[in-house]
């Protein structure tokens, strides 16, 4: 019988969990014994009477800083692996730190995250955090973009959401996980990296359409309609590169790109594509 993966968050908002635990995925992630999401209270280890977590920095600044004494105790209390084993591998386990100087989130990263047994989410606050606790305690830092959050909290939620729906078992259709934006799936042998008419592989996401087949005049894709399966993986594989190079383009550089994508781009580029009208 598989275990279940665990993940801790530290935070100074305990009570902010209670609605992003609660609901989809992650709630059923939970319910069916595939995840154990514990949230710990920073300021349950602090020895002074007003439970302070934060100090100024050495040097003067602006802002406060998160301690290192309550997340050294806190994490030493859960009982991990030590960090040399962590970083080597031989556990498997990490301790992430939610800081906007970490790491870009990825679908990669929440894929190698899924594959852990544990994984502990230290939510930064104020202006950050001791850095004692990024050389010494976290296995890296992670950054769910390009952009300032008052703290890690909100960080946290997104990357439990993107790694629980990972789980085997705890998406009622797996293989939907394979055939999203983002997604690249190294067994994938087919045109256009698509091993079915739904292959995504490294690229925005398809258009959707759904009945009815006509709505105020506006008709599905004749494409669609067809029931020609290669028709339908052409139509949508041609529509992803279309949106990814208009919203994404960094994409591209990472996808896998048949000989026909690229003629394709190239021909989007030079604007000898007319757009199929729908």
Sequence with gaps: MVSAMKADIVTIFPDFFRGPLDYGITRRAQE????????????????DRHRTVDDRPFGGGEGMVLKPEPIFECLESLALAPR??????????????????GERFSQKVATELALLDRVVLVCG????VDERV???LADRELSIG??????????????????MRLLPGAVGNEASTQQESF????????????????????????PHYTRPAEFRGIAVPEALMSGNHEEIRRWRRQ??????????????????????DKKYIVAIKRGGIEKQKI
């Design 32 to 47: 069916m014994g595939l995840a154990k999401i514990q949230v710990h209270d920073l300021r349950e280890f602090t020895h």
């Design 125 to 128: 606050r104020y202006e950050g």
């Design 84 to 101: 040399e084993e962590r970083l080597a591998g031989r556990a498997k386990q990490s301790v992430v730190l939610l800081s906007a100087q």
């Design 183 to 206: 997604t690249v799936d190294v067994k994938v042998k087919s045109l256009g990296g698509a091993d079915s008419t739904c292959g995504s592989n490294g690229l925005l996401d398809y």
């Design 239 to 260: 529509r992803a590169l279309e949106k990814t190079l208009r919203n994404r383009p960094d994409l591209l550089e990472d996808a896998t790109l048949s000989e026909e």
């Design 134 to 136: 990024t050389d010494f």
């Design 146 to 163: 390009d952009y300032i959050l008052s703290g890690g909290e909100m960080a946290a939620a997104v990357i439990v959401e993107a790694v």
